[in-house]
């Protein structure tokens, strides 16, 4: 599957406000905080990792509106849907946490739901519903419209794996100091009800918890 390069210069693109007060949730590292950034660690994603005029990479933060969408987005995010034994092993699970976050500020995002991708000559199976295999490529875009936009702070689509809600990329670099407060914070090992909701989360596309 062929992503388009970013145009140049980049269009005009829609944009919506994501309201202080919002809360999200993250998987992430056990070793990480809540509302830590990823420092431009492990593989590609969607959009991530972008890098500014002078190569530096710039840090992102990626949260969803619920715990279904972000476990989708995370630990179940490779899992190959065409495969009839689908299986994630448990110690993955047990080794993240789960943060809910509230939003202390307004932001601007760009939208990347439909008809938004439209007005920007694109559509889901453009850049959202893509396999891994084209990450380098679509995160061009991330980092497209973070050039073209100054006050953007992020992005926001629906899942590929999780379409019953949205997921967020966030630039760190345009995050206000305490731009996020942390609700909570549950390490999945040390929650036996956290683990059977995220198991039970992973059964829904019929993943299964391997020992």
Same mark, same amino acid.
């Given at each position: 599957m062929a992503v388009p390069d970013p145009p140049r210069p980049f269009p005009a693109f *829609?944009?919506?406000?994501?309201?202080?007060?919002?809360?999200?949730? %993250?998987?992430?590292?056990?070793?990480?905080? !809540?509302?830590?950034? *990823?420092?431009? %660690?492990? !593989?590609?994603? %969607?959009?991530?990792?972008?890098?500014?005029p002078a190569g530096g990479c710039i840090p992102s933060l990626y949260a969803a509106a619920t715990l279904e969408c972000a476990a989708f987005e995370s630990v179940f995010h490779d899992v190959p849907h065409t495969d009839a034994d689908k299986f994630v092993p448990l110690q993955k699970i047990l080794s993240r946490a789960v943060s809910r976050l509230e939003l202390q500020v307004d932001l601007m995002l760009a939208n990347l739901f439909e008809p938004d991708l439209n007005r920007i000559m694109l559509t889901r199976a453009d850049l959202i519903d893509t396999p891994a295999s084209t990450y380098r490529r679509t995160a061009r875009w991330a980092e497209a419209i973070h050039r073209a936009d100054a006050e953007v702070a992020g992005l926001a689509w629906t899942s590929r794996r999780c379409d019953t809600g949205p997921a967020y990329l966030f630039f760190a670099d345009r995050l206000p100091e305490g731009a996020f407060a942390i609700l909570d914070r549950t390490e999945v090992g040390a929650s036996a009800d956290l683990l059977e909701e995220v198991r039970a989360i992973g059964a829904r596309a019929g993943i299964t918890l391997s020992i």
């Open positions: *829609n944009t919506g406000r994501l309201a202080a007060g919002t809360t999200l949730v %993250r998987f992430h590292a056990a070793a990480f905080a !809540g509302d830590a950034p *990823n420092p431009c %660690r492990g !593989g590609p994603t %969607r959009f991530a990792p972008i890098y500014d």
